[in-house]
């Protein structure tokens, strides 16, 4: 069985075509100076003690804000979706959720959101 390190490289190998493009105009601070990570693990314990783990897409620590691109398999997964979400909350970081259509159609539009998330000084 692989570890989640193991699982998170392998994932960052294998990405979409939209978060790869994503990715491209995230890495290095391109992105008003602000470091984002991908593929990103969250470890988290449930009732069981057990501990649990999941990926986000692309993740900056600084601000504490996860960005998901959501398409093809996510539609399938609103519960999943749901339950991460709150983990998520529960560790006060903000998730993003884009579409990967809207990515494809409006790239300045997607940046302009994630800008105004980094920027988001209400804490939600």
Same mark, same amino acid.
């Given at each position: ?44 314990? %449930?009732? &069981?003690? /057990? ?9 900056? #620590?600084? $601000? ?39 990515? %494809?159609? &409006?790239? /300045? ?9 980094? #920027?988001? $000084?209400?804490?939600?």
């Amino acid at each position: 069985m692989k570890s989640p390190v193991e699982l998170a490289r392998e994932l960052r190998k294998r990405q979409t075509p939209e978060e790869e493009k994503l990715w491209s105009l995230l890495r290095n601070r391109k992105l008003v100076g602000y470091k984002f990570l991908r593929q990103h693990l969250i470890i988290y314990k %449930k009732i &069981d003690f /057990k501990n649990n783990f999941f990926t986000l897409d692309f993740y900056c #620590n600084k $601000k504490k804000l996860a960005v998901e691109l959501d398409g093809g398999y996510h539609d399938f997964n609103t519960d999943y979706d749901r339950e991460r979400d709150i983990i998520l909350l529960e560790n006060k970081i903000k998730v993003l959720r884009i579409k990967n259509e809207e990515l %494809k159609t &409006d790239e /300045k539009k997607v940046l302009q959101k994630i800008i105004d998330s980094l #920027n988001d $000084k209400s804490g939600n």
